[in-house]
């Protein structure tokens, strides 16, 4: 079966430090991966997704970038984080998005002072 | 650009009532509209809905899609507490440089009492 890992669940950084937040999918091979915020208690907001190796569509810019060194791991970064990057973020995988529903990972909390 | 609106953004009900709630959305090359229903942390997938007129149903559940009105809705009858929760719509681009793409709705906060 296929698990999503996300890491780490919850984060304090000050402004202006660098981020580097983790998700590897198990039991798959070339998923679509995604990134997500959400604010509190609202919608998600896509951010980042990558249907293949290599290929990675950015939706909002922002200073926050992703890459997709192997196949199964997807890493959302920043350079200088913003009092506004504050928020859950949620990663999230398909086998195929034109035929398959999302599955989500459990999350990082992270807050910005 | 694509768009996803649910309506309403918030519902207080009590045990036993029945709820609907209502996503609508503009995409390009719309390939398929799913429900999610998030609790604490990572949202749980309820429905895909692929084709107009077919509902879909999951035990006091159930959700249907109108490719004509572009729009879903979201049925939860005898609603209990644990129904309580955010419940998201969103619709799938398949196609050209959209592929692959999610847009979400900014959610419904249903609440239900005791």
């Known amino acids: 079966s296929q698990t999503i890992h996300q890491w780490p669940a919850t984060l304090v950084q000050p402004v202006g430090s660098p981020l580097s937040l983790e998700c590897t999918v198990e039991?798959?091979?070339?998923?679509?991966l995604y990134w997500y915020r959400q604010a509190a208690g609202r919608g998600l907001q896509l951010l980042f997704y990558?249907?293949?190796?290599?290929?990675i569509s950015s939706e909002v810019p922002q200073n926050l970038s992703a890459s997709r060194p192997q196949d199964r791991q997807f890493i959302l970064s920043s350079k200088k984080l913003l009092l506004s990057d504050s928020g859950f973020y949620l990663c999230?995988?398909?086998?195929?998005?034109?035929?398959?529903?999302?599955?989500f990972g459990p999350g990082t909390r992270l807050t910005v002072l | 650009e694509d768009k996803v609106v649910q309506s309403p953004l918030s519902l207080v009900v009590h045990e036993g009532d029945t709820v609907t709630l209502n996503c609508s959305y503009e995409?390009?090359?719309?390939?398929?509209l799913l429900w999610y229903k998030q609790e604490k942390k990572a949202p749980t997938f309820l429905f895909m809905l692929?084709?107009?007129?077919i509902e879909k149903k999951s035990g006091r559940l159930s959700s249907i899609l109108d490719k004509k009105e572009l729009s879903s809705i979201l049925n939860i009858t005898a609603t209990q507490t644990g129904d309580s929760a955010i419940y998201l719509c969103?619709?799938?681009?398949?196609?050209?440089?959209?592929?692959?793409?999610?847009?979400f709705g900014q959610g419904t906060i249903l609440t239900v009492h005791p």
């Open positions: 999230a995988w398909t086998r195929d998005v034109r035929y398959n529903e999302q599955f």
């Open positions: 039991g798959t091979s070339n998923p679509n």
């Open positions: 990558s249907v293949g190796i290599g290929q």
């Open positions: 995409v390009t090359n719309f390939r398929s």
């Open positions: 692929t084709s107009s007129g």
């Open positions: 969103a619709v799938v681009n398949a196609g050209g440089t959209s592929y692959g793409k999610l847009t």
